[in-house]
């Protein structure tokens, strides 16, 4: 077995070797005068260099010189011109190791340093201990150690004895969080807890495995399903409050390792992290399943109407003939009674005579059937599948206990009614029933015959709950997602205290008073100086015609040399096998190593393994079928490895390890500063179990499927990618990726085309401090929001919308800043919030203060859209470079004809990471070949300026074989350890 590390390669090397740029040298290495005094008292100059060589290092990383090692050259060179020697002496040092041994002592009196005891072992263990329990990282928990030592003004000790801490640090931390969750329990709640990990005949499995792949799909059975696994973890009686005892960090790490943990695995635990890990997973899945139950109501409500719709919508087209022959006769009808009217004649009689009385009395009722059926509301033909509504909606009453942020809410008294009434079979409503919850319309349905209507009423009451969950206006006890909204966000404690010390760090000024004023002055200048730029015809581009502005579109910058630059180099690129092309980019950047072991954080021994898995998801092939088409690699070694070994986070880190490299690398600077993104949705169809769960947006056709909605920064790096579903609006999810990343990127302008833009996003981007740029359709129909009236801009008076209500704004200004910097501080996922606030039909307070705030940004944006040319064609660029990369990733995504197959929201998303990280590769490894294309042109005397070059993207794929036998360890010959481009001379010869 291999040695366990605490620390990764880098991690080691930034704690304890020795810094070697210029800004470190200077912080840490300077030498005040009164050091230059001690170190000349050393008569010869090798022993005046390696004193100061050791005093640098002794202060910072805190540790002695040790035998025979050689410091860079940079510190060398920086230490030896600060008291004038040669860098060359110190080879000599130390030849005698009393020497060193000598002046090591003599700088622990000079520095007031000491060496380590087993006092200051002890502290730096409980400070690693206390480091441990809030997070199962290797590099906080040596810097919790090297802290400690450097506070006691004690030596570092070699770094294998502070990991070798660390890591018993890590188990104790590990073993206390065990003791804190299962210490209360009873012996006999602690032998049921056991008993979850044998089979359970009734069922034929064991229960563990039986909670965990809980049904998913919408549907009345499945909801049930989740009920009743509700119900079963309730019996258990595990407290959710235990969660408390554990930091946030501790718990994550349990529950990553319970959720790859099978029951046959568990077993081979020790009581204590068995069962404390069986404790979390039950807490764990008791919130997750209510969530899933929750969500799962919520779409079976909504689909019930949606379909009510769709059989509205299908019975007018069955009734297309009748409607017209209807037409037809009422046409007649008209005509027959003017030309009575017209020639003073009898109007019955001609009616009669001309069309038939008999025909307009035999039409009449379907007539009366054809104006009922127009008429009928979305609640009356909802209730047409009311049978499949019953069998759901009593157990999910019973499961769940709901809140309401209203006094006396009459929704929670309608609930509570029906939840009686299912629990007692009865069929008829009370006489006194709770409808102040109901809209009119729904009243006089409801009322609108001798005796209330119960299936009516409950539908109305169920579609009534289910808009007010999604608002956070109700919410169910013992759910992480359907909370009340001031549960999402930072403590107010802690906001407040933010605030009054400035350190909110936002894109807005602290007083909403005066940001208004200022920004009141801002809008009526650019207002005022885009009319009179219109009047004049002053706007590149863009010409006031009647009263409105039109923006022509622009032409493409992309000379043609470009494209045949494109072609060329592209035709350069070495041929490539994507497994070659995966080992290549890992051997460039590390990123399988990211790809950490759950418990001890050990990179991958198998890295093709690794790369298999990654592969399998990028296209789409899976682990089964790659292990099936690669040589040398086995289904359970894929799957092992993808296991312990891949998830959200670790995909997160490989992801940020590619962009970063691509970032650094000089050529993506031809494309941008990577400081803009763009993001868009791309939507891939659904299939076999998958479509069970998908759901439908006609925009995309009439089959289910997912959308992977990703973000791509200006220098064709992506860094975020999420599946979200096609009937949701892309914008809730702008500003997830922007804080979802742990790339070097700092975005300061985002691009989206019309799906992702709403005033909420702008309101939101301006809070945070950054640009939002979105490229909007119908531009000419959407109205500027102003503080002043339309007269103030007479050019502009078909522009001008409702005015600013600036009350609505300094009223929640306090609010408003406490959602920003809840994300910022990434206290809150922002698609959270945005959903809730645009969910309810009746918005909040807060919601319409981000909507006026948002109206302030998007006016101003607009203006600046119509008076800037550049800001068009850089928007335009940034959400070209992402259409393009959609070509990529769906050459990519091929297998099962790019369809996704998957029901699970993690195996969703396992997928999208691995499509963009496989897609990341190839852009880094097309920027690497491409710079050594330009490079070769360029020394055949070939005229390439960087204007020209920064036209040629790196996102093509004719040169890489994606399909066939994939072979992961094949040697390749590179000498120069590239391979060789496809040059005119060299395929000739080859031919």
């Known amino acids: 077995m291999a040695k366990r590390t605490l620390l990764k390669i880098q991690d080691r090397q930034a704690l304890f070797d020795i810094p070697t740029d210029e800004d470190s040298l200077i912080r840490h290495y300077y030498l005040s005068p009164a050091d230059r005094l001690e170190i000349e008292v050393r008569r010869r100059e090798h022993n005046r260099l390696?004193?100061?060589?050791?005093?640098?290092?002794?202060?910072?990383?805190?540790?002695?010189?040790?035998?025979?090692?050689?410091?860079?050259?940079?510190?060398?060179?920086?230490?030896?011109?600060?008291?004038?020697?040669?860098?060359?002496?110190?080879?000599?040092?130390?030849?005698?190791?009393?020497?060193?041994?000598?002046?090591?002592?003599?700088?622990?009196?000079y520095l007031g340093m000491r060496n380590a005891t087993a006092q200051d072992r002890r502290v730096g263990l409980v400070s690693a201990i206390e480091t441990a329990f809030t997070t199962d990282k290797g590099l906080p928990i040596a810097n919790a150690i090297v802290a400690t030592f450097r506070e006691r003004q004690v030596l570092l000790p070699v770094a294998n004895m502070i990991e070798r801490m660390g890591l018993a640090a890590r188990a104790i931390a590990r073993r206390r969080a065990e003791t804190a969750l299962i210490s209360d329990l009873p012996t006999e709640k602690l032998a049921i807890l056991d008993g979850l990990l044998t089979v359970d005949p009734a069922i034929g499995q064991t229960r563990f495995h039986w909670l965990k792949p809980a049904p998913d799909a919408p549907g009345a059975m499945n909801l049930v399903g989740l009920t009743e696994r509700i119900a079963f973890l309730r019996t258990l009686g595990i407290d959710p409050r235990l969660q408390d005892r554990i930091p946030s960090g501790r718990w994550d790490q349990m529950i990553r390792e319970g959720d790859a943990t099978p029951a046959w695995l568990a077993n081979d635990f020790n009581a204590g992290r068995r069962r404390a890990m069986i404790v979390a997973q039950v807490i764990k899945l008791g919130q997750k399943l209510t969530d899933d139950a929750v969500m799962m109501f919520i779409k079976l409500i909504g689909r019930l109407f949606s379909q009510a719709n769709n059989r509205k919508k299908q019975r007018h087209m069955n009734s297309r003939v009748e409607t017209s022959k209807a037409l037809r006769l009422f046409l007649d009808t008209i005509s027959a009674l003017q030309a009575a009217n017209d020639n003073d004649e009898d109007a019955i009689e001609t009616l009669d005579h001309q069309v038939g009385w008999h025909r307009l009395l035999q039409i009449k009722p379907g007539l009366i059937a054809m104006v009922e059926d127009n008429d009928a509301s979305l609640l009356s033909l909802a209730v047409e599948q009311y049978g499949n509504v019953r069998k759901y909606v009593g157990p999910f009453l019973q499961a769940f206990t709901f809140h309401s942020t209203r006094r006396h809410d009459p929704l929670l008294a309608a609930l509570a009614t029906l939840r009686r009434l299912h629990a007692e079979g009865r069929r008829v409503l009370p006489d006194r029933i709770p409808v102040a919850h109901l809209s009119h319309a729904d009243r006089k349905l409801i009322f609108g015959q001798e005796k209330p209507d119960r299936r009516l009423y409950e539908i109305a009451t169920l579609a009534v709950l289910r808009d007010r969950l999604r608002s956070a206006d109700v919410w169910v006890e013992g759910s992480r997602s359907f909370r009340p909204i001031n549960e999402h966000l930072m403590p107010r404690s802690k906001f407040n205290a933010l605030k009054e010390e400035g350190k909110l760090d936002l894109g807005v000024h602290g007083d909403g008073a005066t940001w208004l004023a200022e920004i009141q002055q801002v809008m009526d200048f650019n207002l005022k100086r885009l009319a009179y730029r219109a009047r004049n015809g002053n706007l590149e581009d863009v010409r006031l015609e009647a009263?409105?502005?039109?923006?022509?579109?622009?032409?493409?910058?992309?000379?043609?040399a470009a494209e045949d630059l494109n072609v060329e180099i592209s035709e350069m690129y070495p041929l490539v096998e994507v497994p070659d092309l995966l080992r290549e980019v890992h051997d460039w950047t590390g990123f399988a190593d990211q790809f950490t072991h759950m418990r001890t954080a050990d990179a991958p021994q198998n890295v093709s393994a690794m790369l298999a898995g990654v592969l399998a998801d990028a296209t789409n092939l899976g682990p089964k079928r790659m292990a099936g088409a690669s040589k040398?690699?086995?289904?359970?070694?894929?799957?092992?490895?993808?296991?312990?070994?891949?998830?959200?986070?670790?995909?997160?880190?490989?992801?940020?390890?590619?962009?970063?490299?691509?970032?650094?690398?000089?050529?993506?600077?031809?494309?941008?500063?990577?400081?803009?993104?763009?993001?868009?949705?791309?939507?891939?169809?659904?299939?076999?179990?998958?479509a069970k769960r998908g759901d439908i947006n006609l925009h995309y056709g009439s089959e289910p499927g997912t959308k992977f909605y990703s973000h791509l920064s200006d220098q064709y790096g992506y860094f975020s990618i999420l599946p979200i579903s096609p009937t949701e609006s892309e914008a809730a999810y702008v500003l997830d990726g922007l804080f979802d990343h742990d790339t070097l990127l700092d975005i300061e302008e985002h691009f989206t085309d019309t799906g992702g833009a709403s005033d909420h996003v702008f309101a939101l981007f301006a809070l945070i401090g950054k640009r939002f740029a979105s490229?909007?359709?119908?531009?000419?129909?959407?109205?500027?929001?102003?503080?002043?009236?339309?007269?103030?801009?007479?050019?502009?008076?078909n522009h001008i919308g409702v005015p600013i209500n600036t009350a609505l704004i300094l009223g929640h200004w306090d609010d408003l800043l406490?959602?920003?910097?809840?994300?910022?501080?990434?206290?809150?996922?922002?698609?959270?919030?945005?959903?809730?606030?645009?969910?309810?039909?009746?918005?909040?307070?807060?919601?319409?203060?981000?909507?006026?705030l948002g109206r302030i940004e998007r006016s101003l944006f607009m203006i600046e859209w119509y008076s800037s040319p550049a800001l068009r064609r850089r928007c335009q660029a940034g959400l070209n470079k992402g259409e393009a990369a959609h070509k990529l990733k769906r050459a990519v995504f091929f297998h099962e004809r790019g369809e996704i197959r998957d029901r699970s929201f993690d195996s969703q998303a396992f997928r999208a990471s691995?499509?963009?990280?496989?897609?990341?590769?190839?852009?880094?490894?097309?920027?690497?070949?491409?710079?050594?294309?330009?490079?070769?042109?360029?020394?055949?005397?070939?005229?390439?300026?960087?204007?020209?070059?920064?036209?040629?993207?790196?996102?093509?794929w004719e040169h890489i074989n994606l399909t066939g036998i994939y072979s992961w360890d094949t040697e390749q010959q590179m000498p120069k350890g590239f391979r060789p481009l496809r040059l005119p001379g060299r395929i000739l010869r080859a031919a």
């Not at 055949?940 to 093509?956: F, T």
């Open 775 to 797: 490229r909007l359709r119908n531009l000419k129909d959407r109205k500027f929001h102003t503080f002043e009236k339309a007269g103030a801009y007479p050019a502009l008076t």
């Open 547 to 560: 009263g409105t502005l039109i923006v022509t579109p622009g032409a493409s910058e992309v000379p043609a």
């Open 632 to 690: 040398g690699i086995s289904a359970h070694q894929i799957s092992w490895i993808r296991t312990f070994h891949a998830r959200s986070e670790t995909y997160r880190a490989a992801q940020a390890c590619v962009t970063d490299a691509h970032t650094r690398h000089p050529y993506s600077r031809l494309w941008g500063n990577g400081t803009t993104a763009s993001s868009d949705g791309q939507f891939f169809r659904a299939s076999d179990r998958a």
């Open 914 to 956: 691995g499509l963009n990280l496989v897609v990341s590769a190839i852009v880094h490894w097309n920027t690497v070949y491409l710079s050594r294309a330009a490079a070769h042109l360029r020394r055949q005397r070939r005229n390439i300026p960087d204007g020209l070059l920064k036209h040629v993207s790196p996102l093509s």
């Open 818 to 852: 406490h959602l920003a910097a809840s994300i910022t501080t990434h206290t809150v996922v922002p698609s959270t919030i945005l959903k809730k606030l645009a969910a309810s039909s009746k918005s909040s307070q807060l919601a319409k203060a981000l909507r006026e």
């Open 50 to 109: 390696g004193f100061a060589i050791q005093l640098c290092l002794m202060r910072h990383p805190g540790r002695a010189l040790m035998a025979n090692e050689i410091p860079p050259k940079a510190m060398l060179n920086y230490v030896a011109e600060q008291i004038g020697a040669d860098p060359a002496s110190f080879d000599l040092y130390a030849g005698r190791e009393e020497t060193r041994s000598n002046h090591i002592a003599h700088l622990l009196g």
